[in-house]
């Protein structure tokens, strides 16, 4: 038996996914600004759904005291872009990563498992992550990896806590709508 040197993505169609970056006067491949970001949703001809992320991680609050637990920030719609459905629970909803929307969370299989004991009654949970309460909404499929942001164990709703165009620290996702080529979207 002949054992594929490269898995597939977990993604619904990855070859339809791309990177998306923003051109300033510094260069051309800049991380977007939330401005940015909001502009490229709203004006842009050649995705179905455009997403930002970041890969930062948390402190983790514990009975022990606080630690560093790795993790990403991502806008609501991130998941759904990427064609991932968590297999306990629910997505982030439209308007989750809005600044006054409540604080949510996703866990990764693997930290619902050693940190959770794959509780099926976690959802609802609460757990303080740099010091915020985040409510715990879903959990996503065992074989869920996004190279970009490993070993993510948490994953939160990205709050947008400002306007400034010239914070440049997210980092762009588009899902091409049909019949659109990467040629055509670069």
Known sequence: ?????????????????????GKIPLGPRFHLSFPDYYDYKKLNKVFMSLEVYD???????TPDGA???PGARVSAGF???????????????EGEDK????????????????????????LGRTVTLDGN????????????????ASPAEFWTAEHDEGPCRGCHWL????????G???QQAA
Do not use: C, E
């Open 79 to 93: 998941f759904r872009a990427l064609g991932v459905t968590p297999i306990l629970g629910r997505d982030f909803a």
């Open 171 to 178: 980092f762009g996702l588009g899902r091409l709508k049909d």
């Open 55 to 61: 890969n930062n991680g948390f402190m983790l609050a």
């Open 133 to 148: 309460p985040n409510t715990i909404v879903g959990v996503l499929p065992r074989d869920f990896h996004f190279a970009p």
């Open 67 to 69: 630690q560093l637990a």
């Open 180 to 182: 659109v080529t990467q």
């Open 1 to 21: 038996d002949a054992h594929p040197i490269f898995k597939p993505l977990p993604y619904r169609d990855p070859s339809r996914v791309m990177v998306v970056y």
């Open 99 to 122: 600044a006054s929307a409540p604080r949510t969370v996703m866990l990764s299989y693997a930290t619902w498992q050693k940190r959770y004991g794959g509780r099926p009654d976690i």
